[in-house]
């Protein structure tokens, strides 16, 4: 399927919406990258094969999420002086 520029900013306007409007629960991913694709015109048949790792996917991305939030909170903390107050 040929994707032209226009489509190609279409889907990371959207996608990029989506993602800042989308909630954190499972199975979510699958409801955006729907909308995401219609919203070009591309048949929505092909999900089917996404959802066999849908969950796997999902699983990575709530991990990459965990981990970033973590360590953000790491970082702020240190430059608070807040870690120096943790008994271990």
Do not use: K
């Amino acid at each position: 399927m040929d994707l032209g520029l226009t489509g190609q900013l279409t889907i990371l306007l959207t996608a990029t919406l989506a993602s800042i409007g989308t909630a954190g629960a499972p199975g979510v991913g699958i409801i955006m990258l729907a909308m995401v694709l219609e919203s070009i015109g591309i048949p929505l048949d092909g999900i089917a094969l996404i959802l066999g790792v849908e969950r796997i996917i999902d699983m990575c991305r709530t991990a990459v999420n965990v981990t970033g939030d973590l360590s953000c909170a790491v970082v702020v903390s240190s430059n608070e002086n807040e870690l120096s107050n943790v008994s271990t």
